[in-house]
């Protein structure tokens, strides 16, 4: 098991160095990857607009209610909203892309293995990995980052409708405490996430597409091990860019 496992994190790694070498090799596949964008942006820009709302919601209400417990009300709106903005757009992002965007990538990748059609491009000389690959990976890359910014926006408009409507906070007070706390290395830091975020999707989603096993069921199981994995790894990696900024970028003020 162990020795498998380490196989399959080999393979992951080598097709992501293959898919930076091949980014930058001509014939570029724009007519696909404009394609894909299309598809990726299509099943998650509204499911991630409405799943912002009740983020910002939430974390709104109980950043509020912390606040007052503290007495400190006057940053109820900063800390909100740094709270949406660095982990909750990137990782709503991610998964929204992984689990829909994803998971159809590796269907229509790992359909197209069991009926040979990647063998016959190999054998034509023709590699899959830049027909195929790059335009996904690059779609699902350009989408996290387009589309993290607009979950902020939402997420920051729920967060302060909850905040100002339902717990009594003045519009003023809101604004200011953002203002104070908050600094232009915070939305980079988002953006930058939902970049790496939407590069693992795609490339464990090519991953688990490109080697299925067991016919049209090792397919589905494909998928379902590919969102899994991409699950486990954005929240891993998340953890490690969220503790390399606290210590690279000093908070403002500080």
């Known amino acids: 098991m162990i020795t498998g496992a380490l196989r399959q994190t080999g393979r992951l790694f080598a097709l992501a160095a293959e898919v930076s070498r091949a980014v930058f090799r001509r014939p570029f596949q724009f007519r696909e990857f404009v394609e894909q964008f299309w598809f990726v942006a299509g099943v998650t820009i509204l499911p991630a607009a409405l799943v912002s709302i009740p983020f910002g919601a939430v974390i709104a209400l109980q950043v509020g209610s912390l606040t007052q417990q503290l007495g400190a009300q006057s940053f109820t709106g900063g800390a909100s909203v740094l709270a949406v903005v660095q982990q909750a757009s990137p990782l709503i992002v991610a998964l929204l892309i992984a689990g829909a965007g994803g998971s159809a990538i590796c269907a229509d990748l790992g359909s197209r293995r069991i009926r040979e059609e990647l063998d016959a491009m190999e054998v034509m000389g023709v590699s899959p990995v830049q027909r195929l690959v790059v335009p996904r990976v690059l779609a699902t890359m350009g989408v996290a980052v387009l589309l993290n910014g607009l979950v902020s ?29 908050a600094q232009p290395a915070d939305l980079y830091v988002s953006e930058l996430k939902a970049l790496v975020f939407g590069f693992i999707a795609g490339i464990v989603a090519a991953h688990r597409g490109l080697n299925p096993r067991g016919g049209p069921k090792g397919v589905g199981d494909a998928v379902n091990q590919s969102v899994v994995i991409t699950f486990l790894l954005l929240f891993l990696v998340n953890m490690v860019m969220t503790a390399v900024h606290l210590q690279i970028v000093p908070p403002k003020g500080g």
């Open 153 to 181: 926006v939402v997420g920051t408009l729920g967060g302060y409708f909850f905040n100002v409507v339902l717990q009594g906070g003045t519009p003023g007070a809101y604004l200011s405490s953002f203002s104070a706390l």
